[in-house]
């Protein structure tokens, strides 16, 4: 479980780390697309479009890793750039919600030692809590720690800087609840941290697609055939729909 919670806080850490190394790159980048010519960018000759007016499928691929909705933006999608970028935003406030409510409870928990347990909560790694969670006080948990797992008991220095016993079973049941509400919320902030990783990811997809479409558009056009239309579908009677090319 801890290198799965590692491996998907590397990722994120890494997405993170990226995206702000990135962001004045891209930055320069959407300004000068919005200014014109595509030729312009100060980017590599690989990431460029192979069609005149066209757009680059890898550079749409890249901006919607480093940030969801980009690459739609610059494929003049913008439809799908509010859906992939509505859902980043709604992913990472989220994660933060998850954490700020995570670390509530485990200040509550916390305080709620000290006071139910006379606990010294300064230095306490998450194990001594963990265990103060199915034992009364210090002693009971030293002694049965080592009837159970005997030369590889792990047990606390029985000083009082790790000295607790709980007034009352109810009061140990109480700290076993914010206990859990808090590893809970941290468990499923990893959880939308890993919803994060495919929402680029698929992003990315979209936006290599988009740009793509937009190239076969432009292709089409180039040829000479245009669509026509007239009426609305549903509201009038008649709609009459036509492909032209021009000579």
Do not use: C
């Amino acid at each position: 479980m801890k290198t799965k919670k590692t491996v998907i806080l590397a990722i994120v850490l890494g997405l993170i780390a990226i995206s702000s190394s990135g962001a004045a790159t891209i930055s320069q980048l959407m300004s000068q697309q919005i200014a014109g010519d595509p030729d312009d960018l100060n980017i590599p000759s690989f990431l460029k479009s192979e069609k005149e007016g066209g757009k680059s499928k890898f550079l749409a691929l890249g901006l919607s890793i480093l940030f969801p909705g980009a690459g739609q933006y610059y494929a003049e999608n913008k439809t799908r750039m509010i859906i992939f970028g509505g859902a980043e935003a709604a992913i990472w406030s989220g994660f933060l919600g998850l954490r700020t409510y995570g670390s509530w409870k485990k200040d509550d928990y916390r305080a709620w030692a000290a006071y139910h347990a006379g606990v010294d909560i300064n230095g306490k790694s998450d194990y001594y809590f963990e265990k103060m969670t199915y034992y009364d006080n210090l002693n009971e948990f030293n002694q049965l720690e080592l009837v159970y797992e005997g030369s590889n008991a792990k047990i606390f220095p029985e000083t009082p800087e790790y000295y607790w016993n709980w007034d009352s079973d109810t009061s140990r049941d109480h700290f076993r609840e914010l206990r859990n509400k808090s590893k809970s919320a941290y468990q499923k902030s990893l959880i939308l941290a890993g919803v994060a990783v495919f929402n680029r990811l698929l992003s990315g997809i979209d936006a290599y697609r988009a740009a793509r479409s937009f190239e076969n558009k432009k292709e089409f056009g180039a040829a000479g055939w245009n669509v026509y239309y007239s009426g609305v579908p549903g509201i009038t009677s008649s709609f009459k729909l036509s492909l032209v090319q021009h000579f």
